[in-house]
């Protein structure tokens, strides 16, 4: 019986690439990238994982041509506003991890209305990054620590709790799709120790059963954390 991660993070790669090998536009991936997030979300909340990140909208992704950038703004939003009752009725609690001061004032309504929604929720915590960045995450955790603590006092813990995902337990499991084999500036402090699994499949073609064998990949590996396999 396989261990099922508490924390699984994904980096949701491959949605251009699907599109274009289908001589659609790049957008088109985009929309079925998020019909294979809603699959995965329903199958962890059935596996009983307790946090899922998705990295959706990294920092470095403004640079993309605008008529892209704005797509998937409205694509997150249209998706948000409408799979919410559902998240909500499941129990699910949805924070937004990233940059919230350049996205638009209607995202900000959109994501200060989930999370207003769910706070209360108790099953899986769903965490949605955009416009995030892990060096973002570290120098914001920076500049608001030092107003806090005299220097010679910080410790991992307490560098943890400035984090945008304070209070939540590092990744277990990180997944990318696409067959890329990169971090592209994701949680750089909170990976420190996490299991990677690098799926050559695109994003939109992911399914829950792409979940299932990275869970049963990551019941393979030994977490040594520094030790020998005979001290475990
Ligand atoms: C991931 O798919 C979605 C986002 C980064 C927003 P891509 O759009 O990066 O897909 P490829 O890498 O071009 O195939
Ligand atoms: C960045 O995706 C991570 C996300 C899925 C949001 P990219 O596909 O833009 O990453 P790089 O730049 O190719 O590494
Ligand atoms: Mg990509």
């Given amino acids: 019986m396989n ?10 790669d ?3 690439r699907w599109a274009k090998k289908r001589f659609l536009p790049r957008v088109a991936g985009h929309v079925k990238g998020v019909s294979a997030l809603k699959k995965i979300v329903n ?8 946090y899922l ?6 920092r470095e992704n403004w640079n993309r041509p605008q008529g892209e950038v704005s ?13 919410l009752a559902e998240l909500h009725q499941k129990n699910a609690r949805i924070r937004f991890i ?28 769903f965490n949605i990054c955009v416009d995030y960045s892990g060096q973002y995450d570290i120098i914001q955790a920076i500049n608001r620590i030092i107003k806090e603590h005299p220097a010679e006092s910080i410790t991992e813990e307490t560098f943890a709790n400035y984090l ?3 209070g939540q337990p590092n990744p277990e499991l990180v997944i990318r799709s696409s067959g890329e084999s990169r971090i592209s500036n994701f949680m750089l402090w909170q990976l420190a120790y996490s299991e990677l699994y690098f799926s050559t499949v695109f994003w939109p073609d992911f399914t829950p059963q792409e979940l299932d064998h990275a869970i049963a990949w990551y019941n393979n590996r030994e977490r040594r954390f520094g030790k020998t396999s005979e001290q475990l």
Avoid: W, Y
């Fill in 3 to 12: 261990q099922v991660p508490r924390h699984i993070a994904i980096i949701m």
């Fill in 14 to 16: 491959g949605n251009g």
């Fill in 43 to 50: 199958h962890c909340n059935t596996l009983g994982v307790k």
């Fill in 53 to 58: 990140t998705v990295f959706a909208f990294g």
């Fill in 71 to 83: 797509f998937l703004m409205r694509l997150m939003i249209k998706r948000l506003d409408k799979e």
């Fill in 98 to 125: 990233g940059d919230r001061s350049r996205v638009s004032h209607e995202f900000i309504s959109s994501i200060t209305n989930a999370e207003n929604l769910t706070q209360f929720n108790t099953g899986l915590n």
């Fill in 164 to 166: 945008l995902t304070a």
